[in-house]
């Protein structure tokens, strides 16, 4: 049995991270079922903003539309980034640090078992293992 190599692990990386990045926006735009269906999240825009205005106490709803608007081009922007390898390093270290920066808002407004449950700090560090694997497979930043 041949082993995967390192460039191979780091685009299974890349897909699964961006592949979960885009899963989370399709949830709050409704793609994955309506709010209350099994295994969805929010179910639509109104719910995500609520649930970011939840993790950030502070912010006033349109202040927290602010935020979910922003978290969500950010996730858009890395998970397709990451899925076809484009500038990974530089997407991974931002995808790294926009699940840290979840984890944080989350064991702030809850505990810090809710960061855990959700498997974000993982993405976190899988996100940062990535950016220093250097190249990867099938990747658009491949030379």
């Not at 949830?27 to 205005?53: C, H, I, K, M, S």
């Not at 505990?111 to 498997?119: E, F, G, H, Q, R």
Request: hydrophobic fraction near 55%; charge should be positive.
């Amino acid at each position: 049995m041949k082993n995967i190599s390192i460039p191979q692990a780091g685009l299974v990386l890349r897909i699964i991270l961006g592949i979960t990045m885009l899963s989370a926006v399709a949830d709050r735009f409704g793609l994955w079922g309506a709010p209350g269906a099994p295994g969805v999240a929010w179910g639509n825009w109104e719910n995500f903003v609520a649930y970011t205005q939840t993790l950030n106490a502070f912010a006033s709803k349109s202040v927290a539309g602010i935020l979910g608007g922003l978290a969500t081009f950010f996730e858009i922007l890395f998970g397709i980034c990451l899925i076809i390898g484009f500038k990974t390093r530089i997407i991974a270290l931002g995808t790294s640090g926009l699940m840290l920066l979840f984890a944080i808002a989350m064991a702030l407004s809850s505990t810090i078992k809710a960061p855990l449950d959700y498997s974000v700090l993982t993405s976190a560090a899988a996100a940062l293992l990535l950016s220093a694997i250097g190249k990867t497979t099938f990747a658009a930043d491949h030379k």
